[in-house]
């Protein structure tokens, strides 16, 4: 089982959307770049009823997207899912910059063969300034394995 919904950006640009949300947690990855966890109490925390949903993914609140553009002003700025349990499912990223999508949506499911570049999740990363040096991919150089499950990459008395 691996499970990841998060925003990835730099500290500063993930506190931007984090806003004054004491629901938000954002995790250090390295590299100068951190990750927001999509928790459910974020989710429920920025979630804006009367807004679009952001296409293509399921866990990602209405009106995040329209949120994630705004704060691209000062830095790209990703949302990522992936979702494998059993030999099935699939991993969806997107990125903002300077207000605008630079990339995707991007889906891939399990069984498909990843575009030239990559999966969506190191393509993301890698707008994001990631370089994959000597490791497999980009997903791994961040260290993005690290943890199976969204809510793991918080400190441990903070995990549900």
């Not at 927001?36 to 979630?47: K, Q």
């Not at 553009?69 to 910059?97: I, L």
Request: with cysteine.
């Amino acid at each position: 089982m691996y499970c990841l919904e998060a925003a990835i950006g730099t500290e500063a640009v993930l506190r931007r959307v984090a806003g004054p949300r004491p629901e938000a947690r954002v995790v250090e990855l390295g590299r100068g770049l951190s990750l927001l966890l999509m928790t459910d109490d974020f989710f429920d925390a920025v979630t804006d009823i009367g807004a679009d949903a952001l296409e293509g993914f399921w866990k990602a609140p209405r009106g995040f997207g329209r949120l994630l553009a705004a704060v691209s002003a000062d830095g790209a700025v990703a949302y990522v899912e992936a979702d494998f349990f059993g030999g099935s499912g699939s991993q969806c990223a997107q990125v903002w910059n300077r207000g605008e999508v630079v990339l995707g949506p991007l889906r891939l499911d399990v069984g498909e063969r990843p575009a030239v570049g990559g999966s969506p999740i190191s393509r993301a990363l890698r707008e994001l300034g990631v370089v994959r040096g000597g490791h497999f991919d980009e997903f791994e150089a961040i260290g993005l394995g690290r943890h199976r499950e969204t809510d793991a990459w918080l400190p441990a008395g903070e995990r549900p």
